[in-house]
């Protein structure tokens, strides 16, 4: 089989210590190519910048280490990277798209705002088997036993290239969420659900040096669904959680109650 090609974004911006961890951990495991944003970018979840252009320059690629073969940065968002990449930078469709390590959680509801998430996920609209990585706690503590994870998940999920004759295997996003342990290469690994939150917490409320009044977006709320089988339950017992994840937003269950509503109206 050829060489496998691997794309690496995240939302953290180029210069995070989780993406050189997750791209020197990824060394040896085929051709890569890093595409990051310029600027942290965390929280933009699938958006793409459509009113502006976009400019992309080549980074150092020594900071990376061996064996990458090119390293990008772009003036947009996560999604931009990605999208960019695939539609336009590179000359060849990578075999999988990874992002991250992310700099703190994300699980339940904040895969929906999530940058690193929509990374991965734009790598999924293009048919391109894809897995987000994040560390749960901030601080980048221990990034390196979660890089060693992230290592042997990809290296677990590449024996399924046999197998990508099976229609469910062609191509699939997962979200994977690493401990902040040094022993988190041999912690078990869980494939779990979304959990819920609940509500974040309000705006926080400040008046700038001009007078005039700024918000700041509150912290999330707290674990509201968090019960066995979650990515919640699953990292606050000291396991590695992996949720497959999919795009269809269609609430199926009630399709038939709503067409029952609009057909009687």
Not at 73 to 80: E, F, I, R
Not at 171 to 191: F, G, M, S, Y
Request: charged share 15%; glycine share 8%; net charge negative.
């Amino acid at each position: 089989m050829p060489p496998m090609r691997i794309l690496i974004a995240n939302d953290d911006g180029y210069l995070a210590p989780g993406i050189a961890a997750l791209v020197r951990a990824c060394s040896g495991l085929g051709h890569i190519d890093v595409i990051a944003p310029e600027q942290n970018a965390s929280g933009t979840s699938n958006s793409l910048t459509l009113n502006r252009p976009l400019t992309i320059f080549d980074a150092d690629r020594a900071r990376l280490g061996d064996g990458v073969a090119s390293f990008r940065v772009v003036s947009g968002t996560p999604s931009d990277c990605v999208h960019v990449a695939l539609t336009g930078v590179m000359a060849t469709k990578p075999d999988l798209v990874l992002s991250g390590i992310n700099n703190g959680a994300n699980m339940g509801d904040d895969t929906l705002y999530s940058g690193t998430v929509a990374a991965a996920m734009e790598g999924y609209l293009f048919g391109v088997p894809a897995i987000a990585f994040s560390l749960v706690d901030k601080g980048w503590q221990y990034l390196d036993a979660a890089a060693a994870v992230a290592r042997s998940v990809v290296e677990q999920v590449l024996r399924l290239r046999p197998l990508e004759t099976t229609p469910a295997l062609e191509h699939w996003l997962l979200n994977v969420n690493i401990p902040n342990r040094a022993d988190a290469l041999a912690l078990p690994r869980r494939v779990t659900r979304l959990g819920r939150r609940h509500a974040s917490e309000p705006v926080v409320q400040q008046v700038n040096p001009r007078g005039e009044t700024i918000y700041w977006i509150g912290p999330a709320g707290d674990a509201r669904e968090a019960g066995e089988g979650t990515d919640f339950h699953a990292t606050a017992n000291g396991c590695v959680s992996i949720t497959p994840l999919q795009v269809d937003l269609t609430h199926h269950a009630a399709l038939p109650r709503w067409a029952e509503q609009f057909a009687a109206a």
